[in-house]
C-alpha cells in the first residue's frame, strides 16, 4: 500500500539556520507532490506544488526538491524565523479515478528558536 | 474572498449519537473534500464531492457519510459514534483542474464521551 513518511520527530533549529524537511514515499508515482504548513488548532495552508517534471521550486525563503528516482522531496526554510514554527506536511494525489484524492504525510513539527 | 468555513467548531458527543458537520466552500469553487485528523493517524481523506456526486473516498466505514447541495456547500454525517471517532474533522475546498490547491477550513473538534 502508499506510504508517506516524514520525519517523525520535532526538528528544532535556531532562527537564522536553514530547515530541512523530507518526505518519502513508496509504492506510488505521483504526477506532483504539494506541501502544507499547520498551526495548532487551524487547517493546513497551501504552500508549494511541485510536479514530478521539475526538480526545484522556489517561493521567497521555501524551496523544495522533487527526485522521483529516489521517492523523495526535501522542503528547505532558509534564513528561518521563529514564526516558521509550526507542522509541515507533504501531500501526494493518489487518486486512480482520475480524480484528486490527497494523501498527507504525518507531519513534521518545526521549531525556530530565536 | 470568504474562506472555508465550517460549523460549528466544536461539538461534544456521547457514543451512538449521530452527527452532522457543515462546510461552506470559498465562492465559485465547486469541489469539496473532507479530512480526518487524529494525533495516531495523521490527516486521512474521507471522500470528495463535486457537482453533488461523490467521485472519490476514502476506506472508512459507512459511517461516515456526506453530501453537497446545489450551492456547493456540503455536510458530513457520522452515524452511531465511537469514542475514536474523536478527531479534528476538516473541509477543503478547490477549483475543478488536477492539481488545484486545497484550501482549508478551520476545522471542526469533535468530542466523543
Known amino acids: 500500500s502508499q506510504k508517506i513518511e516524514q520525519n517523525s520527530e520535532a526538528l528544532n533549529i535556531q532562527e537564522g539556520k536553514t530547515a530541512t524537511l523530507t518526505c518519502n514515499y513508496t509504492n506510488y508515482s505521483p504526477a506532483y507532490l504539494q506541501w502544507y504548513r499547520q498551526d495548532p488548532g487551524r487547517g493546513p495552508v497551501f504552500l508549494l506544488l511541485i510536479r514530478e517534471n521539475e526538480k526545484e521550486k522556489r517561493k521567497e525563503r521555501l524551496k523544495v526538491t522533487f527526485d522521483t528516482t529516489l521517492k523523495q522531496s526535501l522542503f528547505h526554510i532558509t534564513a528561518s524565523q521563529p514564526a516558521d514554527s509550526a507542522t509541515y506536511l507533504c501531500a501526494l494525489d493518489m487518486g486512480n479515478t482520475g480524480f484528486q484524492k490527497l494523501v498527507f504525510g504525518t507531519g513534521t513539527r518545526l521549531l525556530v528558536s530565536p | 474572498k470568504a474562506g472555508v468555513t465550517q460549523t460549528p467548531r466544536y461539538l461534544i458527543k456521547t457514543r451512538g449519537q449521530q452527527v452532522t458537520l457543515s462546510c461552506s466552500p470559498i465562492s465559485g469553487h465547486r469541489s469539496v473534500s473532507w479530512y480526518q485528523q487524529t494525533p495516531g493517524q495523521g490527516l486521512q481523506f474521507l471522500f470528495e464531492?463535486?457537482?453533488?456526486?461523490?467521485?472519490n473516498k476514502g476506506n472508512f466505514p459507512g459511517r461516515f457519510s456526506g453530501r453537497q447541495f446545489s450551492n456547493s456547500r456540503s455536510e458530513m454525517n457520522v452515524s452511531t459514534l465511537e469514542l475514536g471517532d474523536s478527531a479534528l474533522y476538516l473541509c477543503?475546498?478547490?477549483?475543478?483542474?488536477?492539481?488545484?490547491?486545497?484550501?482549508f477550513g478551520p476545522g471542526t473538534r469533535l468530542t466523543v464521551l
Open positions: 464531492y463535486f457537482s453533488e456526486t461523490q467521485r
Open positions: 477543503a475546498s478547490r477549483l475543478e483542474g488536477a492539481a488545484d490547491t486545497q484550501y
